[in-house]
């Protein structure tokens, strides 16, 4: 058995992560915090093997939570910031976790852990490819409704609106708000599937139903029955669809 912390300041984070390690008995979720200042107590207080960890955090970085360890737990680096990744390779990390990861790149992050018999310059090398492989993009994804977070699988997603400082994903089983801006989502997302179309909207390509073309602009028929307008910035994602 392995004992195992996560640290992280995002709530659907830590769900996630805990989600993930259902598929392994043997790690077992001692604690989890959302700042560095308690971070820092609950591995003093319960040494694990294993350390979920965060780097921007309220109280003290990631990295100055290990500053202030006497004994170094092995450490997998969950994160939306990939200019720390070197650094997190000179604290001998297992790995390092890209927001948003897919399950299949967590499972690689477990093995690891498991294993841990690799060298350093070995461990470098193979954290290097796996942060920069294209197709790492999340499958399901977690999402404020009311007082608690919903799990939403992403091929649900029909399309996604921009709503101030927000995006408002309309799925098949209603319409949720996340706290991403709709760029900063455009950049999390498959763009084999979801294509930006207007500077207020993004469409699943597997829901769209019908292309209505206008002179300087398409009008495209959701599987709801909405109409999504792609301005002419983006009119070139659509041409290059149509055969």
Not at 26 to 37: A, K, P, R, Y
Not at 171 to 179: A, E, F, M, P, Q
Not at 185 to 195: A, I, Q, R, S
Request: glycine content about 4%; aromatic content about 10%.
């Amino acid at each position: 058995m392995k004992k195992v912390i996560i640290v992280d300041d995002e709530a659907p984070a830590r769900l996630l992560i805990r989600e993930y390690l259902a598929d392994y008995p043997d790690l077992v979720v001692l604690e989890e915090c959302n700042n560095g200042v308690d971070a820092v107590k609950a591995i003093r207080t319960f040494k694990p093997d294993l350390l979920f960890l965060d780097i921007q955090m309220p109280g003290l970085t990631g990295f100055e939570v290990l500053q202030r360890l006497d004994e170094m737990p092995q450490i997998i680096f969950s994160t939306a910031y990939d200019q720390y990744a070197l650094k997190a390779f000179e604290v001998h990390a297992l790995d390092y976790l890209l927001k948003p990861y897919t399950k299949a790149r967590f499972a690689q992050a477990i093995k690891r852990a498991v294993v841990a018999n690799t060298g350093y310059l070995g461990q470098l090398q193979e954290l290097a490819e796996a942060l920069h492989q294209p197709d790492q993009y999340p499958e399901k994804i977690f999402v404020q409704s009311k007082q608690k977070l919903v799990g939403i699988q992403l091929k649900a997603v029909i399309w996604i609106e921009a709503d101030g400082d927000y995006s408002r994903l309309i799925t098949t089983n209603g319409t949720y708000l996340s706290n991403y801006g709709i760029s900063s989502l455009e950049e999390k997302l498959n763009p084999k599937d979801f294509v930006r179309v207007h500077r207020s909207a993004i469409v699943n390509l597997n829901h769209v139903k019908e292309v209505y073309k206008h002179a300087s602009s398409y009008d495209l028929v959701m599987i709801n029955g909405e109409t999504v307008r792609v301005s002419r910035t983006y009119l070139e994602h659509i041409r290059k669809l149509t055969f």
